[in-house]
């Protein structure tokens, strides 16, 4: 079975500061991971995605995110937090291996940047 | 190119009113998903077609709800009658292929239903 499980709800940091956001996840086959990230009254964006290739991942706007099979996380990272960051971020697993490709969200984290 | 386009974007309704959010996925993209948002919830999946097919509709919480994809690029979901717990935000979203393809949500329709 797939889970994903975003260990805070809620993360503040200051502006200029690093970022860190955890995501943990359970897959039955090899997994496909995402990011999204939502801004207010906005629809979900993709920040990034592992499917296969590199373990360290970058995305856009600075972010970028490890996969770690051995702790099976996938943990969300930027080395220097800006106001725009400020949203909800989500933490997606689906198989690559399931003929279904039924993704599984986490409940998410909202992230807050303190000027 | 145009994304996943969803409408309306708003829409309030009065409880027991029928209630169709319209989807057109991105052109070429053969995987369509509905997804619904609460506070109380997060998000989750309601029904997904591939290749205009229903796939999984186990999301699809009763019997007022009903999904169509009736083409390629179109798909509708109704609710009838609605009520008030089904104020939410309902996203649509696409994809290439179903294997761990990157999935693109439109804006939402924000629904409330007084």
């Known amino acids: 079975a797939q889970s994903v499980t975003q260990l805070d709800s809620h993360v503040s940091v200051s502006e200029g500061t690093p970022v860190l956001l955890r995501c943990n996840y359970s897959?039955?086959?090899?997994?496909?991971l995402f990011w999204y990230v939502q801004h207010p009254n906005k629809g979900l964006q993709l920040l990034l995605k592992?499917?296969?290739?590199?373990?360290l991942v970058k995305g856009i706007n600075g972010f970028e995110a490890e996969f770690k099979k051995s702790e099976t996380s996938f943990h969300l990272t930027k080395p220097s937090a800006h106001m725009s960051d400020a949203a909800e971020y989500f933490c997606?697993?689906?198989?690559?291996?399931?003929?279904?490709?039924?993704?599984?969200f986490g409940r998410g984290t909202q992230l807050t940047v303190w000027p | 190119d145009a994304g996943v386009i969803q409408s309306p974007r708003h829409e309030v309704t009065e409880m027991g009113q029928e209630v169709t959010l319209r989807c057109k996925p991105i052109?070429?993209?053969?995987?369509l998903f509905w997804y619904r948002q609460t506070m109380m919830r997060g998000l989750e999946l309601l029904i997904y077609?591939?290749?205009?097919?229903?796939?999984?509709d186990s999301g699809m919480p009763e019997d007022r709800f009903s999904a169509k994809m009736p083409n390629a690029s179109f798909s509708t979901l109704k609710i009838q009658p609605s009520e008030p717990r089904d104020s939410a935000v309902y996203f649509c979203?696409?994809?290439?292929?179903?294997?761990?393809?990157?999935?693109?949500f439109g804006e939402g329709s924000w629904l409330t239903v007084v």
């Open positions: 979203a696409s994809s290439l292929g179903t294997h761990g393809n990157t999935i693109y």
């Open positions: 897959s039955s086959y090899s997994p496909s």
């Open positions: 592992y499917t296969s290739a590199a373990t």
């Open positions: 997606v697993v689906t198989d690559r291996g399931s003929t279904l490709g039924r993704l599984y």
């Open positions: 052109s070429g993209h053969n995987s």
């Open positions: 077609f591939n290749n205009n097919v229903p796939i999984d």
